[in-house]
């Protein structure tokens, strides 16, 4: 039996990377039962994504800690989810246990487990934004008494556990990562997310009508995206081209060129699906170290939804494009993509917009769950070496 926890989300988050990683497992280890723990809503999310597959997964709801609450609350809420986690290990003779998201106060317990357990269990875990957190400087985090202990480099590299290993999400992040905690050496592996796609809807051309360019994940730089969205204003209103927000705004008045549909609150899969076919291109407009450490959720949506992208260049964003081909358009700076929009905006290519649809449809099998499964099939071996 393989054990999979998701400790960290609720609902929908993450429930299409969820879903592609029990579907990788089932593919990776036929012969066995998947047992999955989580937040209620969000195992009904993930029996959604999957009905479609005659996979063989049962599913126990336990209640995770709120993000809100403080680190050392969560210390003694997370060793008892830890704790019932160890004593399913220990009753089924669970040999395989996979975490899709961890924190800092959870790498402490769950290092406290491992360190204590005696069976011949393989542990992965799946690493996702938190590591942004680990650029920070020592100086600052030091001076933060109470906090530094849950700096999350601290857990981290504190003490290696042998069958304790990490993925991460591209070789880039990997790199980074290496570069910054070299006593992670030989305990990190680097995997595209999995992403179970939507069918192909063909609603827009992206030619020969008003281009909408929309935002996945919302407004991450307010600045520049406002910046962008005046400087562009005279002209899309002369084409009736407008910026679409699928996701949270920020606390700043936009022009009316700039819808944002969620007025604050969350969007639902479906809303989403419904603003993402009214879309031509997915925008990004993230600073150039964005993303260094992390991967980009909001490109996987872009790409469920055939959406070619347009983005700042940044490392992550190259690696995607190096593996994708042609699938969009990366600009040096600010400047070059508003020169790019207006561009586009008054003469685009029809040919060039389908061809780059067709690389993604093609791309996408880069990120499928049978590409994983491998992947992970191998992880698991290795760690229980």
Request: glycine share 6%.
């Amino acid at each position: 039996m393989i054990l999979v926890c998701e400790p960290e989300c609720k609902g929908f988050a993450h429930e299409k990377i969820n879903a592609a990683y029990l579907l990788s497992l089932s593919i990776a280890f036929p012969q066995e039962e998947i047992l999955f723990v989580g937040e209620m809503q969000h195992i009904i999310c993930l029996k959604e994504n999957l009905k479609n597959y005659k996979i063989d997964i049962e599913y126990l709801d336990v209640g995770i800690p709120d993000p809100s609450q403080s680190n050392y609350i969560k210390l003694f809420l997370f060793y008892r989810l830890n704790k019932m986690l160890f004593g399913l290990v220990d009753k089924f003779r669970i040999n395989r246990l996979m975490y899709l998201s961890i924190s800092s106060s959870n790498l402490y317990v769950l290092k406290f487990f491992l360190k204590n357990n005696k069976s011949c269990l393989s542990c992965v875990v799946v690493i996702h934004g938190i590591l942004e957190n680990i650029k920070k400087s020592w100086i600052k985090m030091f001076m933060k008494i109470f906090g530094f202990p849950f700096w999350f480099r601290i857990p981290l590299t504190l003490f290696q556990i042998d069958n304790l290993k990490y993925i991460v999400l591209s070789e880039g992040v990997k790199s980074q990562l290496l570069a910054t905690c070299k006593e992670l050496k030989g305990k990190v592996y680097a995997t595209f997310f999995p992403y179970i796609y939507d069918e192909y809807d063909k609603k827009r051309s992206g030619h020969g009508h008003n281009l909408i360019f929309g935002s996945f994940g919302g407004i991450k730089s307010p600045s520049e995206f406002l910046a962008l969205a005046n400087n562009l204003y005279q002209l899309q209103k002369k084409f009736n081209s407008n910026f679409l927000v699928i996701g949270p705004g920020a606390n700043i008045n936009f022009p009316d060129n700039v819808r944002i549909p969620s007025q604050g609150k969350r969007l639902n899969r479906s809303q989403m699906r419904e603003y993402a076919q009214q879309i031509d291109y997915s925008v990004f407009v993230y600073p150039r170290g964005a993303y260094t450490l992390m991967a980009s959720g909001a490109f996987f949506d872009a790409i469920s939804y055939v959406k070619p992208i347009i983005a700042i260049r940044t490392p992550f964003f190259e690696e995607c494009f190096r593996l994708m081909g042609d699938v969009g358009y990366l600009c040096e700076d600010i400047v070059e993509m508003e020169n790019l929009l207006t561009s586009l905006i008054i003469n685009q290519s029809s040919e060039r917009y389908n061809n780059q649809c067709q690389n993604i449809l093609k791309a996408r099998d880069c990120f499928s769950p049978c590409k994983l499964s491998k992947t992970l099939q191998n992880i698991f071996m290795e760690s229980s070496i």
